[in-house]
């Protein structure tokens, strides 16, 4: 139980189009999803908070216009990179915490890895 | 603000031995901590975890971890190293709805 999975897996654009990215809780509710970003051989860094039903909490340094999110469902959050330039390419992970559950363990997804050209 | 520290960039292991990656917390209260993996180009995936109790946690692959408050550390452990085991390691703390990643330590186990 508790799978979270990404679509797509991977994404190659061009410079100046929007990108989305899907993340779902494939077998449980999720109020509250994350979204990170993890450079090469680097930590995760948090973006946002998704909140169900509510606008995202973006974390300082993250421009909300550029990386939209939205929190369709209870399963379902999604990641649009807008105009995306190539200094966004990154790999973008996102993960869900069950509602109700103990120890506010999240479940990560396997990732997206986005290449802007 | 809370803070995990992972001193090691590397740990180099032969397999069959003992392993260790070390990680440190700061954070006013209780913590919760965490492990994860990371193999190449994927999500993480959950190892172990401390929220009360116990001090030593088992978890999965063999994994375990001391919580150690008054050195304020939550250290990896394994009695024996896999060429498997082979991977980036993040130690987490959460705290205020936040879970916040130490910087990685990859984890090296020769044959």
Redesign the interface.
Known sequence: GAVVSQHPSWVICKSGTSVKIECRSLDFQATTMFWYRQFPKQSLMLMATSNEGSKATYEQGVEKDKFLINHASLTLSTLTVTSAHPEDSSFYICSARIDGGAGNEQFFGPGTRLTVL | AQSVAQPEDQVNVAEGNPLTVKCTYSVSGNP?L?W?VQYP??????LL?Y?TGDNLVKGSYGFEAEFNKSQTSFHLKKPSALVSDSALY?CAV?RY????????TMLLVSP
């Open positions: 919760y965490f994860y180009n994927r999500g993480l995936q959950f975890k929220i993040f959460h709805s936040t879970l916040t990643f130490g910087k990685g």
